[in-house]
């Protein structure tokens, strides 16, 4: 991974949350949803992690699959 970026967060909500990626060749997520396994329905911790896995870079690689799935596991505490 290039850049991980982290989610914003300024509320008073924990959880985890794990978003499932999809990334091209150039190491760009093309798309990110909501997955099993999170312990929390808290649709801002939801959206905030969404929005994070949407921005991380990977590694290019010109010889890999189209697209490739994945996941990203947010942890959110609280402050």
Known sequence: MINAVKPKYGIQEEGKVVVRITVNRQGDVINATHAQGSTTLN??????AISAAKKTKFTP???AAIQQIGKITYIFLLQ
């Open 43 to 48: 649709k801002d911790l939801i959206a905030r």
């Open 61 to 63: 690689k010109k010889d």
